[in-house]
Nanobody, 114 residues
Framework: QVQLAESGGGLVQAGGSLRLSCAASGRIISRDTISWYRQAPDKKREWVATVASGLGPLYAESVKGRFAASRDNAKNAVTLQMDSLSPEDSGLYYC????????WGQGTQVTVSS
């Protein structure tokens, strides 16, 4: 059973950058579909990005051009580089493994101050 652990969140000023990591254990994820989602207080969880084997990364319109998802196979992880952050990007960021079922990590908090 794959387990996911997000890290890299924190407090950053608007315009700044953060790099999130989704590290997997229990399975090699180098060819698996992994997505990033986020959830702000009182809002529904929203999809942010997906990396899938054979496809380029896919992004939500709200983050396209600012965020970049990639694999770090040496660490059995997927990263999310987030640049030009705005307060609207604040929330709990989760990664998810898409297999026979969806497996979620615990999330990492991102707070962008204005």
């Amino acid at each position: 059973q794959v387990q996911l652990a997000e890290s890299g969140g924190g407090l950053v000023q608007a315009g700044g950058s953060l790099r999130l990591s989704c590290a997997a254990s229990g399975r090699i994820i180098s060819r698996d579909t992994i997505s990033w989602y986020r959830q702000a207080p009182d809002k529904k969880r929203e999809w942010v990005a997906t990396v899938a084997s054979g496809l380029g990364p896919l992004y939500a319109e709200s983050v396209k051009g600012r965020f970049a998802a990639s694999r770090d196979n040496a660490k059995n992880a997927v990263t999310l580089q987030m640049d030009s952050l705005s307060p609207e990007d604040s929330g709990l960021y989760y990664c998810a493994y898409h297999g026979d079922s969806v497996v979620w990590g615990q999330g990492t908090q991102v707070t962008v101050s204005s």
